[in-house]
């Protein structure tokens, strides 16, 4: 697509309840990264995807989040058991590579605002 | 390790008046250089970016910055404020090569303009 598409872009959840975020990267980039953005805070790393594979996932806060990219393209955040302080907006990017000797130049998509109850 | 200092949460400029956004960066190794703006409901977007180029970039929008090693700064400029540039922005730092995915933000400057 001509752009980073993220869905949905606004889910309400129950504490304890499981969500399912998705993001449909530009088509052709190889790296893709999670990101979130607490309030009034910047976007803080998750994961990043070389392809399939979770290249770092050193962002996760804990093993209740989960990201798969099964195929190397749409890539699914996955949070079980939800806590009020997983409220945040959900940020996926793609870049063309994961790493480039000169800057890195990710784009974003316009996020998934999570709210838990 | 990075990390970034916006030192102002909050600027408000009127229209037509400079804008200066200001940005420290800390890095222990020679960092790439960002400006992000965010507008409500709208996906982060790419203002200008330093690598290893000219320290003075230049940016959509009628945006620069200058990278000023010595004072470990990247303050974000426009000469003059227009009602469209009221947003969010964020200064970023990453490193260059294998680790350059792991950007670092900082905590934002919400820029506001008054007609």
């Known amino acids: 697509g001509a752009g980073v598409s993220q869905t949905p872009s606004n889910k309400v959840t129950e504490k304890g309840k499981y969500v399912e975020l998705r993001c449909d990267p530009i088509?052709?980039?190889?790296?893709l990264y999670w990101y979130r953005q607490s309030l009034g805070q910047g976007p803080e790393f998750l994961i990043y995807?070389?392809?399939?594979?979770?290249?770092?996932d050193s962002g996760l806060p804990n093993d209740r989040f989960f990201a798969v990219r099964p195929e190397g393209s749409v890539s699914t955040l996955k949070i079980q058991r939800t806590e009020r302080g997983d409220s945040a907006v959900y940020l996926c990017?793609?870049?063309?590579?994961?790493?480039?000797?000169?800057?890195?130049?990710?784009?974003f998509g316009a996020g998934s605002r999570l709210t838990v109850l | 390790a990075q990390s970034v200092t916006q030192l102002d949460s909050h600027v408000s400029v009127s229209e037509g008046t400079p804008v200066l956004l200001r940005c420290n960066y800390s890095s222990s190794y020679s960092p790439s250089l960002f400006w992000y703006v965010q507008h409500p409901n709208k996906g982060l977007q790419l203002l200008l970016k330093y690598t290893s180029a000219a320290t003075l970039v230049k940016g959509i929008n009628g945006f620069e910055a200058e990278f000023k090693k010595s004072e470990t700064s990247f303050h974000l400029t426009k000469p003059s404020a227009h009602m469209s540039d009221a947003a969010e922005y964020f200064c970023v730092v990453s490193p260059r090569g294998a680790g350059s995915y792991q950007l670092t933000f900082g905590k934002g400057t919400k820029l506001s303009v008054i007609p």
């Open positions: 990017a793609s870049s063309p590579t994961g790493a480039d000797s000169g800057a890195n130049v990710l784009t």
């Open positions: 995807f070389q392809g399939t594979g979770a290249a770092d």
């Open positions: 088509s052709g980039h190889t790296a």
